[in-house]
């Protein structure tokens, strides 16, 4: 099985930065898609940024320029480092892999982290 591990949220003021987390453990060949999504306080879930397996990045119109998304593949760890932070990105923020398994094993399977709260105040 597969668990995803998110950590890094807190409160911060606005303009300040935070960097999160999220480590894989478990059965994984490789990650195909690894995406950080947000959902505020009464509204829907919305993606923030996604990187694929080639390095290709996506990032939501109000992020780009303050968040950078990376990933780690030797430690199956993605990161979302988060500058300029503002009161509207306060949300819970949750890590998304799309992976395989196994070497023998050709389909992929999606994954989805706890979430971790991130709280900007003004």
């Known amino acids: 099985q597969v668990q995803l591990v998110e950590s890094g949220g807190g409160l911060v003021q606005a303009g300040g930065s935070l960097r999160l987390s999220c480590a894989a453990s478990g059965s994984i060949f490789s990650i195909n898609v690894m995406g950080w999504y947000r959902q505020a306080l009464g509204k829907q879930r919305e993606l923030v940024a996604s990187i694929s397996s080639g390095s290709s990045t996506n990032y939501a119109d109000s992020v780009k320029g303050r968040f950078t998304i990376s990933t780690d593949n030797a430690k199956n760890t993605g990161y979302l480092q988060m500058n300029g932070l503002k009161p509207e990105d306060t949300a819970v923020y949750y890590c998304?892999?799309?992976?395989?398994?196994?070497?023998?094993?050709?389909?992929?399977?999606?994954?989805w982290g706890q979430g971790t709260q991130v709280t900007v105040s003004s």
């Open positions: 998304k892999m799309v992976l395989r398994r196994s070497a023998y094993e050709i389909s992929s399977y999606v994954y």
